[in-house]
Structure formats: C-alpha cells, structure tokens
C-alpha cells in the first residue's frame, strides 16, 4: 500500500474514531457535522479537512438515504 493511500486512511480511520453516528444525527446539515469533526480532531491543513469532509459527507448521505423519499 502506497504511503498516500496509508496516510488518508488513518485520517478516516480518526473520523470514525468518532462517535459520527451522533454527529450526523444531531446536525442540521451536513456542513454543520464536518465542523464538529474538523474541530473535534484539530485538523489545520486543507488536505486533512478535505478528506474528514470527503469521509462524514459519504456518511451523511449513506446514513440519511434511508430516510429519503422520491
């Protein structure tokens, strides 16, 4: 495994870390949940937070897809 591909799943592996079900489940949006996480885990520089964003985005929608109605 590639050094890169490494360092982003420790990165993913710190959200999940998280308790992220509660986080998505309390938030109004989705935009709401990234922030508490990046602040939660003290990310600083923008490739971290993209992929903590990446990461509780696809959860969000995995998590609230249940619940969508067409």
């Given at each position: 495994m590639s050094k890169m591909?490494?360092?982003m799943?420790?990165?993913?592996?710190?959200v999940f870390g998280l308790d992220l079900e509660?986080?998505?489940t309390e938030a109004d949006n989705v935009n709401v949940a990234e922030e508490k996480v990046i602040n939660?885990?003290?990310f600083?520089?923008?490739f971290d937070i993209s992929i903590?964003?990446?990461?509780?985005r696809n959860?969000?929608?995995?998590?609230?897809s249940d619940y969508a109605t067409y």
């Amino acid at each position: 495994m590639s050094k890169m591909k490494s360092y982003m799943m420790d990165i993913e592996e710190k959200v999940f870390g998280l308790d992220l079900e509660q986080i998505i489940t309390e938030a109004d949006n989705v935009n709401v949940a990234e922030e508490k996480v990046i602040n939660e885990l003290g990310f600083k520089n923008s490739f971290d937070i993209s992929i903590a964003k990446d990461t509780v985005r696809n959860c969000w929608n995995e998590y609230w897809s249940d619940y969508a109605t067409y």
